[in-house]
């Protein structure tokens, strides 16, 4: 396409220290964000979109470098589900993560090295108030926030911590806290980081990395984002070629996990990866407020929750929860489960059913 | 008790070369196995009962030295599902496991050495052949077998593969073969094992052992064995103690997962895990017969199919399959899916629901 819009990603540095949960204090806080669209006079035309485990700000149009569109590009651009002719739309790279925000990866202003495990241990919490911070900077008041997964969460923050500035919330295959089976896939992957022979103790950066372990996380999460459905679909019980009779790679879908396991150890930080699975393990505004009503009662927000039929990672009746919860406070809430056989990956797959959902939504 | 029965394992050593469905042939075998009851003077009343992933051939009674009991303790003993009264119980430890019988840990005849990776890779046919030779051994020309898990796989190819044979089978918590997710699940677990600092290409019995790989493997293990339900109702997402804001074991389904990871590296063997998970992978009757009926096609045996409501590993689904194919051929087929929230582990915990229905299949 002759204008096709290319992505640009900017840094805002905060200028004062930023509190975490845990009591610690971060120096130097960068956060790098992507916009698309324009902000209009009145300012109150903004969507914050917020990411996954291991998304970036970029979230939509094309990377001059690379190529690469966005991870909702089909989601965010001129009349799609996030309208830029209509929407301000901001994405930004959560706290902890490696791609421009400050995190582990960063240097620590007190050793001038890279932070590595001296990085604070950070919580969805923190993340939303580093956002918080871009949006004074903008000026806006009064917005919309939208996240699949821990963007959901996050969003679902967003709701709870700033009932005054958040309008409308979709969260999209997410919930208001891990279950255990979620905490224990994390566990394992975690696991699998902090016994590679490359990990030392996180002070890696100049030395071989643990790609190894890096590697077998991100293969759990694969697994957990498909379902066993969309396996069958993709792989079935397949052989790569024929049987090896080794221990090499053999089916299909041990090869699918090999290469996504191979391509993430090149685009992602282990460190990093230890510190935003445990902001997702600690979530949990029900243990917080003592339940999901008390979390919940003072927003001011419309609520569109969307659940996949196929997730088993964040679950219909997880979603269903935080609905209940909603109508019982008698606050605005609308929620479709979608029917998809994509698992938990289909809210960065399946954007035609969320288009159409997310449009009315925001129409209302 | 005054009379507690002990558990006594023995080695029956084959005389004639193993040959493998590879086309590789193992010499010197052996094979552990233990019995309860007593064969009668017709040799009818025999029972292999058939052990899942890392079992062994102790099934029942108590072990003299440690005082554990047996793994389907529950289920084998006088008056139990299978009644030492009535039957002779054989169970004996599969091809390429660590616990007498004949795997990557024995010594390689040509080297004076352990095996490791010089073990051929083994299936569940070879398993199965191995039994063969031990109820050969007996002189027992039918019998009844009885497995959960990979433990049914077996019975299923005992009951496919010797029709003559087997009179009854009794396949619990299994399927035809493992589905994609399960295959997924095996090789992230196997690329743990291989990429341990401590693996040295499967040599590593004279020095540190690739616990952390092992451990790892045997946690997903876990995640997979236990249903989210089971998990919640076992962990819910309470601290082990408070949150730690650092990368120790803060939930008690981490606890949980690190204490089985770390009792499973004191008493399995990391090679044997990786032969046997490539055995569960590479069974395949559908696809070696070309159908499911094809390959049931002339099994004599009558069926006891059980399944479990929570188990997500051998869905009631894959259970269901094989019960079809058997109706459509017109054999005697009876099946059960027990209501359980134990997951896959119902197997080996559900003894009483499963001691009922086996008690009256075993009867009729």
Chains 1, 2 share one sequence.
């Not at 200028?15 to 006079?41: C, F, H, M, R």
């Not at 890279?114 to 004074?136: A, C, H, R, S």
């Not at 975690?190 to 293969?219: H, Q, V, W």
């Not at 290469?259 to 282990?270: L, M, S």
Request: charged share 25%; net charge positive; glycine share 8%.
């Amino acid at each position: 396409m002759g204008n096709e819009n290319y992505a640009e990603t900017k840094i805002y540095k905060v200028n004062e220290p930023l509190k975490l949960k845990s009591g610690k204090v971060l120096k130097d806080v960068k956060i790098a964000y992507q916009t698309y669209g324009k902000l209009n006079d009145n300012k109150d035309n903004a969507i914050l979109v917020l990411h996954a485990l291991t998304g970036s700000a970029h979230a939509a149009y094309t990377n001059k470098k690379t190529g690469k569109k966005g991870w909702w590009d089909d989601m965010i651009g001129p009349n799609k589900a996030f309208d830029t002719n209509k929407y301000f739309i901001i994405s930004s790279n959560v706290l902890g993560s490696c791609y421009g925000t400050t995190g582990p990866t960063s240097i620590n202003p007190e050793t001038n090295k890279p932070y590595g495990l001296d990085f604070p241990v950070i919580t969805i919490e923190d993340m939303v108030n580093l956002q918080k911070k871009l949006i004074d900077f903008f000026g806006i008041k009064k917005l919309i926030t939208a996240g699949g997964s821990m963007g959901g969460m996050q969003a679902l923050e967003w709701a709870i911590r700033y009932p005054d500035m958040v309008k409308s919330s979709i969260l999209i295959a997410t919930s208001a806290r891990l279950n255990a089976q979620g905490i224990a896939f994390n566990a394992v992957a975690r696991n699998a980081i902090l016994t590679d022979k490359n990990f030392n103790n996180g002070d890696y950066y100049d030395k071989e990395t643990p790609s190894s372990g890096l590697a077998i996380a991100r293969m759990i999460g694969h697994i957990t984002y498909l379902c066993e459905e969309a396996m069958y679909q993709k792989f079935g019980r397949e052989f790569k070629d024929a049987p090896s009779f080794d221990f090499g790679i053999d089916f299909q879908v041990e090869s699918y996990l090999a290469h996504q396991g191979k391509i993430f150890v090149d685009r992602f930080d282990a460190n990093s990866y230890l510190y935003i699975t445990k902001a997702l393990d600690y979530y949990d505004p029900i243990k917080e407020f003592g339940s999901l009503e008390k979390a919940l009662e003072k927003t001011n927000s419309r609520f569109l929750i969307i659940s996949f039929s196929s997730d088993w990672l964040f679950t219909t009746a997880q979603s269903k929860q935080m609905v209940h919860a909603l109508i019982k406070l008698n606050k605005d809430v609308s929620f479709v489960e979608l029917e998809s056989k994509c698992g938990h990956d289909a809210f960065l797959l399946e954007f035609e059913k969320q288009t159409k959902i997310i449009k009315s939504f925001l129409r209302g």
